[in-house]
C-alpha cells in the first residue's frame, strides 16, 4: 500500500533533503525512522529536493508499506522518534501508481529577510541591513513571469535536463518592518530561488536596474546573475496537486472521507 506523508522540518543542521554519502540529510533520518517503525526497509521520494540549510514548512514524501497503518496514530508514533527538527504533520493513504514529485503541480517558496539583527531569527531570515526599495523589487519579480528559460539561475553543470521553468507568481510583501518573497512556479532549479533572490536585491539596492535584470534573465548566462542568498531564509511552503487530488485518492478506499490539503 502507498501511502504520501505531510512532513516540516527545520533545514539548519542537515545537507539538504536528499539522501547522500557522508552527510546527515532530511530524506536519511526519515527514512531510517519509517524503517524502524515499520520493521521493513523503506524507501521514500520527496516532491522535491530542498538544498543544504534550506527549511519546509510543508513537504509531501511517498513511501510504501505492507502494513494498513492508522494515519493519526501512525504520525505520533513517527514524531516520537524523529528528531525535535522534523515534524510528522499527516498521513494520507493513496494508490500504487500516486507519485509526490511526479503529480505535482506547483511549488511555492517563501524568503524571509529581518532588517533587525535578532538572534532568535538568525536561523530563519536573512538579516540585511541595507536599504532596498520595494518598488524596483516588485518591478523585477513582475518581470520573471515573462520569461520560460531560467539558466540564468541554475547551478552550473548540473544534472537539469532543462531549465525551462513555468512561473506562476513572483512577488514581495512588507511584514512590519520585514520582507517576504513569495515564488511559485510548476517546477524550480537547484538552488535557483537563492539565486533569484540575491539578484533581485540588489536590484533593490539600486545596484542593477529593472531593465538590466530584464537583459540577465534573457541572456541566459548564470555569469550575470548575482551570489546567492543564504540559505537560513528560504522555506518551501507549500507543494500544490490537481484540484480534488487528495479526496479522490481517499474515496478509492474510503468513499465518506474526503478531506485533505486542497
Request: glycine fraction near 6%; aromatic fraction near 12%; proline fraction near 4%.
Amino acid at each position: 500500500m502507498r501511502y504520501f506523508l505531510r512532513i516540516a522540518y527545520d533545514g539548519t543542521d542537515y545537507h539538504g533533503w536528499q539522501t547522500q554519502p557522508n552527510a546527515r540529510t532530511v530524506q536519511e533520518v526519515l527514512t531510517t525512522s519509517l524503517s524502524t517503525i515499520l520493521r521493513q526497509p523503506i524507501e521514500t521520494v520527496g516532491s522535491g529536493r530542498t538544498d543544504t540549510g534550506v527549511h519546509a514548512s510543508e513537504q509531501f514524501v511517498h513511501f510504501d508499506a505492507a502494513a494498513l497503518l492508522d494515519e493519526k496514530a501512525f504520525c505520533n508514533r513517527l514524531n516520537r522518534l524523529l528528531p525535535s527538527d522534523i515534524s510528522a504533520l499527516q498521513l494520507y493513504r493513496v494508490s500504487p501508481d500516486a507519485h509526490t514529485r511526479f503529480d505535482a503541480v506547483a511549488r511555492t517558496y517563501e524568503y524571509r529577510i529581518t532588517r533587525f539583527k535578532n538572534p532568535f531569527l538568525q536561523r530563519y531570515a536573512h538579516y540585511l541591513n541595507r536599504e532596498v526599495n520595494l518598488n524596483w523589487l516588485n518591478e523585477a519579480a513582475t518581470a520573471l513571469l515573462a520569461f520560460e528559460d531560467f539558466t540564468t539561475f541554475s547551478k552550473v553543470k548540473g544534472d537539469t535536463l532543462h531549465y525551462r521553468c513555468q512561473m506562476l507568481a513572483a512577488y514581495w510583501q512588507q511584514d512590519g518592518p520585514d520582507l517576504i518573497f513569495t515564488i511559485k512556479a510548476n517546477r524550480f532549479l537547484r538552488g535557483m530561488v537563492r539565486l533569484v533572490v540575491g539578484t533581485l536585491l540588489d536590484v533593490g539596492a539600486g545596484k542593477i536596474p529593472v531593465t538590466n535584470f530584464k537583459e540577465i534573465v534573457a541572456a541566459q548566462d548564470r555569469r550575470l546573475a548575482s551570489g546567492a542568498a543564504p540559505a537560513s531564509g528560504l522555506f518551501l511552503t507549500q507543494v500544490s496537486y490537481p484540484e480534488g487530488y487528495f479526496a479522490e485518492q481517499q474515496k478509492k478506499f474510503d468513499p465518506d472521507k474526503t478531506s485533505g490539503p486542497e
